[in-house]
């Protein structure tokens, strides 16, 4: 099977997966939620999966890829079903959690997957590809979301969501060599321990700057529906919003190849943080459709790039066999993140303001931008010395 074929069932699971954390908080709005509330119910996707996502890697590594997308399409499918059938603020939380803790296995064994297919530039242009298929998700997802709620209402919005990863759930079930298993070294060494990666500087530098970029993401899925229902927006003006957020995203990753070729990823990774970190201080002084989708999309500019070059670089910097258990322990950061910053997004929002939680962001990400300043100005001078030396 080629690459594109695993990407375009990858744009079905993820687009209802997107989808589904606009519908989330919309709908739980919708029921009378507060911001607080609503963070905590947005963490309930990676509570478990901070826990899981190593082991689904390295159930990657060692049994390959199939079981795990499947179980983790099936549990997205039956996520999406709860609320349809029991549409209570409860529910949201059940669904949230049993989506996020059956997603991380299909999303950790699909990134090891791509990794496995090319090396050096062919490996970047698989996940350059890949992240235009996870673009595309973040455009499809949301906008649909939107306009469906206003058109169907939200509970059958549930429903049209579920019908996404069907497709990829009977393909998965149906052939079982639909999938190659990702090549590991025949002979690994003994008593190998998760942490033992974060011995490995360059690894645990891009793994704390995923982490760092996976807050910017959750303030625009999380925080982003949220300010801008309460400027007076409907559900497809929120949607056309977080699209025009993607359109800049797909703008970025079509180019990302290109630009690779003229600048390193860590460099370039630095600077799109702090391209970031910029936007984030400047988005609270806007509101209205047309200055939101604007900052929407310049936003998309700046993290465009963040989560395949992450990608990218974790793959490259991870010992030879533990290429999925390192994915994992990525998922693992970042679904870190995705519990805290709600919460932590929502109480601000609650007590402090609006403001305050977009500046909050800011620092944090020039914190990753200045980290991966470090690793692209080394890289820099290498290639440097190499020149001088030929």
Known sequence: MTVYGVILMTVLTHSAYKGSKVLISLYALELGAQPWMIGFLFSMYAVFPILLSVYAGKLSDRFGVRFPMLFGACGLLTGLLLPYFWPQLAMLYVSALVAGVCYIFYIVSVQHLIGSFGDGAQRTRNYSLFSLGVGVTALVGPMTTGFAIDAFGHRNTYLL???????????????????PKPQSPKEKPEGQKVFDLFQNAPLRRVLMTGGIIET????????????????????SQIGMIMG????????MRAGMP?????????????????????????????SGFGPLACMAFLLGIGLGCGSPLSLILVYNHAPAGRAGEAMGLRQSINKGNETVM???????????????????????????????????????DESNSARSAS
């Open 161 to 179: 969501l579920a019908a996404f990863p069907l497709i990829p759930i009977v393909v998965l079930a149906a052939c079982v060599k639909f999938l």
């Open 244 to 251: 025009s957020y993607a359109v800049a995203m797909l703008i």
């Open 342 to 380: 709600p919460v932590i997004f929502g109480l601000v929002a609650t007590f402090t303001g609006e403001a305050a939680v977009f500046w909050m962001n800011a620092v944090l990400i020039s914190i990753g931008s200045a980290i991966m300043h470090r690793d692209g100005k080394g890289k820099m």
């Open 216 to 235: 910017g993401l959750e303030l625009f899925n999380f925080y982003l529906p949220i300010y801008a229902r309460s400027q007076g927006l409907s559900a």
């Open 258 to 286: 290109a630009i690779t070729k003229r600048i390193n990823e860590a460099r370039l990774l630095s600077v799109s943080l702090l391209v970031t970190a910029s936007i984030c201080l400047l988005f609270p002084l806007f």
